[in-house]
């Protein structure tokens, strides 16, 4: 860990445990409200009120995209970094959560990108390919009737992409118009990338 992500995390955590945590002036704000006030203060140990309201959101996000945990750790903190530094640009025109969704998502992405032995690429068919036209579509309500245990495994055996796309869409109830602003795509490639993970991760998980 680089010396600033440790002197980031000390501000954010030492929040003046006696103001913000015994009395705390800021609990009844909103997330929007709260971030308001840190962009015109640049605080900071305001900040991170913010960090612990959204800390396990992000690191599960981030998780979908890493080999470890020390990784979607690392990527998490990376995550909060760099949305201290740009959190001015949330302009109120969404939920805060469904942004920070969007910034966390494409943070991961940029982050594979980079890494050239992960480099993600898109493989995305058109819809028209015979091949898929013909194949059977997967139900939700399959998904809905696996064994978590193996639920878990298989999550685990299919790409972090195809992971990513699942866990927004049934896990955090990301509707298609959302999930077509998050990955910036259009809505048809949306639905393939779906339909693709789903007919993997049932693929694999009648493997186990």
Same mark, same amino acid.
């Given at each position: ?14 929040? !003046?445990? *006696?103001?913000?945590?015994? !009395? @705390?002036p800021y609990a009844h704000l909103s997330d929007e409200e709260l971030v308001k006030k840190i962009v015109a203060n640049n605080n900071p140990l305001l900040f991170g009120k913010l960090y612990d309201r959204y800390a ?13 945990? !020390? $990784? =979607?750790? @690392? %990527? ?38 980079? *890494? ?5 690429? @898109?493989?995305?068919?058109? +819809? $028209?390919?015979? $091949? ?18 193996? %639920?878990?495994? =298989? ?16 896990? @955090? ?5 959302? %999930? +077509? ?12 990338? %779906? ?14």
């Open positions: 860990m680089t010396f600033l992500k440790r002197l980031f995390l000390i501000l954010i955590h030492n929040n !003046d445990k *006696n103001s913000l945590e015994t !009395d @705390d396990k959101m992000v690191y599960n996000k981030c998780y979908g995209f890493a080999r470890s945990e !020390d $990784e =979607a750790e @690392d %990527l998490t903190q990376d995550v909060f970094l760099q949305l201290f530094i740009k959190l001015k640009m949330f302009k109120g025109k969404s939920k805060f959560s469904t942004w920070l969704y969007s910034f966390t998502y494409n943070f991961c992405v940029n982050y594979v990108n980079r *890494n050239k032995q992960r480099k993600m690429s @898109d493989k995305s068919i058109p +819809v $028209e390919d015979s $091949e898929y036209k013909l194949s059977v579509e997967v139900p939700d309500e399959s998904l809905y009737e696996m064994k978590a245990s193996k %639920l878990k495994e =298989a999550l685990e055996l299919i790409s972090p992409e195809e992971k990513s796309i699942l866990l927004l869409k049934y896990q @955090d109830g990301a509707s298609i118009k959302d %999930l +077509v602003n998050l990955m910036e795509i259009g809505e048809s490639a949306v639905k393939m990338r %779906l339909k693709r993970a789903k007919e993997k991760l049932m693929e694999i998980y009648n493997t186990l």
